[in-house]
């Protein structure tokens, strides 16, 4: 594209066979080959490439590490991607304000790193944490496992720098998670996927540094006795800050094709519990615990120290990496069910009649769903059973998405399955701040 | 308004006499003579009063229990106050699911009595927790002194049931954390003032109730010396509960003209510091504590029970108290300065040349300036000095509201303060959202 390249400030990629990394991210979809790929690094090539796309009529498909999972960053018909890797900034951390304030192309280990090099905590830590980039746990309002005690990545925000239509670069909030001046515009940016403007830098809130954890590794006989479990800890003071799970299906799985270790995994479902509070690795706050859980308690494994609390987690890290490897065409789903009504769910799993093993974060009734066989079934079928999935996931008061987000790989489900006065709303709220389209369009709605 | 006498579902009052007590919130600000108040107890009520409101050109203006303290809920001109006191449902806790749902009428009171009965906590807290209601909380996104741990009302709203301009109730959110099916509608709405639309219930977060509380009466020979604390204290691992501050100019207040309990507060600051961790009431945790305050920890008064902590809050609400008794036309403002830009800031205050005792929650920056002389003050001055005050908090990278919000009282300020960007896009969102601009017309924006 002729007129990207005068482009001040960026680097810009026009060779078909250099723009062939862009067209994938983490999920399944692949793009389309975009116009041209800009690495900016300075405002004045977001001015120009605003002005250029209006005058144009391209899109502008934001990229972070690409490591999303919905299809987010991935280019559609006649766009542009705006790769952020080289958007200019340091992570500057302010003990004395409790904040840090990084630009959108700071990994998200940096940003945690530095965070604990004061001693302090940023706690999102979605799986890919090691690999992300900060922009992109941002447009998708990033989870993971500590979400359960945290909340998402929206929690810790308390400030972005985005480009908006208008070409400039502008900061809603303020350094202080007091703010009420105004509707909080932050909180529209986040998770939008890029909908409204792209972000390209944050500030965000700081705790003290979790200093001790211990971790449990939880078999059952039953898996529903794991239901009352997360109200009965916190009924009981202990707020987990994770609470994962393994159904039965997972775990047979596991014991019948999986590694040495996974074949004396115990019980009918599996759960691995973690707590981080201060005191946690006390006798007495495991004398605690072990009362609450009662009968359950047999066959529990606890972690006393940071191996044996890694040899927990290696069971959870190893289920991930043998089903991707036994299923590479497996579809993973990544719904919401609320606790309270997770039999309903399974009873109605198995109504579905497709071969699915669960694993994912009990603490918030997020799941991943994985459909094992979808490599072999008729592409047709198949979306018809990840619909009835979606369908089942929403008629029981959840939703599609926990923590992935929308992007391309579930739009149409959204589409068809999400409230039209919400994606009524979308389209009124998307018109209103990009009344020209050029922000990621053909993503989420 | 005869056209309201039908209306269905509903309380109406007419009589001029009766309408009197719904001019008033707990700002200084009194509002016009609406053309009726409306009490909803169904959706018919509110569907018809929209269909009226943009028939007959009327404004809506939400109100739950008047306690606000920037005139949001104030009539304006041509509009019908829309009181939520009658609104139906039951408060709902769900311990399985770890939320709570409860209508915009209930009680924060009683929101937050539900929760404790079953061992969990809903932690917002803002001054008027026993007389307000969860709706007005949730459209001002309401405070506290536990916001500095906490955070906001905002973050622990999973879901929020909307009155939208089409007449219908909308709900967006799911009952977990975890939800990226598209933007969080569900913010757009909480501290919004009632701009895009009426919140009529929701759906809350629970964590476990605090079982123990220490709390801190810290006296400091040079108000500096408290600026560094919060973030040395979350450095080691303390994250304090709430961290209240008097400034020189209010201890010397009271010290002068207040309660004989006043007379003998030491120090040239004072700090009240609470911390609400498990474990916090232990030997080992104070010991902590005070090898961290080191030389600043001489005067310092613990509170190991519940008497001795009410004794020491006791010096916060009785300083609220003595103020409005003494200067009964005193201005309090509700500001946000950074920590790190405090001394900056009373330097500036010193500079404005009014007389200002400032106290509140230095935990995250929120302070309370009181301008005592405001009831001598020549209007045109007093409006100008006001200004001068919210113009220096945001010159310094704070905001001219922290908890209260905008409303009546802080409009024109924000109008001329705040960012044009942010003015222009919530006036393209509140196009998008309401058209017809009829709810609570002419706040904030």
Redo the contacts between chains.
Sequence with gaps: MDELKGLPEATVIHDSSDLEPFLRDESHMVGLPPLAVVKPHGPAALRELVRLAKTEGFGLVPRGAGTGKAGGCLPTPRSVVVDFSQWPGDIRV?????CLSAPASAPLREVKAAAQA???FYPPDPNSWESCALGGTLA??A?GPN???Y??T??WVLAVDVL?E?G?I???G????????????S??F????G??GFIVGATL?????P?EHTTLLLPVKRWEDL??L??????????PSAFEFFDPAVLAELRAHGPETARRLPGEALAILEFD???ST?EA?LEGLLDLLGPMAEGLEIASDERQRQNIWAVRRMTSVFLKERHPKKVSEDI?V???RLREFFEGLDRLGCPAVTYG?LG???LHVNLLAAGDTEPALLERQLMDLFRLAVNL??????????GLA?REA?LAL??P???Q??R??K???DPCGIFNPGK??
Tied chains: 1, 2.
């Excluded at 302010?94 to 409790?98: E, R, V």
């Excluded at 809130?205 to 540094?209: A, G, K, T």
């Design positions: 302010s003990p004395q304000d409790l004061q001693g302090l998708t309002n989870g979400a359960c005690k909340g998402m929206r929690h908006l208008d400039e502008h900061t809603f303020i350094s202080s998670v007091k703010a009420n001046a105004g509707p909080a515009l909180q529209l986040i998770g939008s996927e909908l409204f809130r700081l705790i003290p540094q200093r239901l009352d997360p109200g009965r800890l916190c009924g009981d003071g202990y707020l509070e201060r005191g006390s706050y919401v609320p606790r309270s974060h918030d009734g997020n008061g959840g939703t599609l998405s926990g923590e992935h987000g929308i579930k959204f999400g409230d006065a919400q994606i709303a979308l009124a709220l018109q209103a701040m989420v709605i």
